[in-house]
């Protein structure tokens, strides 16, 4: 099947520009829209992008838009709003970036609403797809490493959101088998926050 899905990306910051000039350019999708509560970014992206559908003011946009792919590149606080929207207006894809919540409690929030509507949401763990790390998975698989069973992992970075890749690449590279344990730190109070 050859079809050509509707996509609308909200926040027109780095990321959220990124994944819409990576739509524009996929021929399976049609940006169908483009949004952002920062006027600077949304005609920044407006000048990158071209002759394309926006506003600022998401909603109106989404449910005048109806797309078959809601993406949201946004700051963490607005996320379960967000999805709330996506299911709003109707998308049967929802796309987003991490963190994806800023609690627990939030984070089965957005996973009930989403089952409950019986549509697909997918997080941007697009690292996977570098070579180095398809490299590493490939040696994994292979067997020449034999059973792993300590895997350590560093970054820099916000806590939350290279916490994610790194959580990521682990269970990937092992097939997804049930974690014993895990720890994790950080130093330094800026590591929590975005502030």
Request: charged fraction near 20%; aromatic fraction near 8%; proline fraction near 4%.
């Amino acid at each position: 099947m050859n079809r050509t899905y509707r996509v609308l990306v909200v926040g027109m910051g780095k990321r959220g520009l990124h994944h819409a000039a990576f739509f524009k350019a996929n021929p399976r999708f049609e940006l169908a829209g483009i949004s952002s509560r920062d006027p600077e970014r949304l005609q920044n992206a407006l000048n990158k992008l071209g002759n394309v559908p926006s506003s600022g003011n998401a909603r109106a946009l989404a449910l005048s838009t109806k797309p078959d792919v809601f993406c949201f590149c946004t700051p963490p606080d607005v996320r379960l709003g967000m999805i709330k929207l996506g299911l709003d207006c109707g998308a049967k894809l929802i796309a987003l970036e991490k963190p994806v919540a800023l609690t627990s409690n939030e984070l089965f929030a957005m996973r009930d609403r989403i089952r409950k509507a019986g549509i697909k949401a997918v997080v941007s763990h697009q690292h996977r797809y570098g070579v180095h790390y398809r490299k590493v998975k490939e040696i994994v698989a292979s067997g020449a490493l034999g059973r792993v069973h300590t895997v350590y992992g560093t970054a820099t970075g916000w806590m939350t959101h290279m916490l994610s890749h790194l959580i990521d690449y682990t269970c990937w590279f092992n097939d997804y088998n049930p974690a014993t344990w895990v720890i994790a730190q950080a130093a330094g109070r800026s590591k929590f926050s975005s502030s």
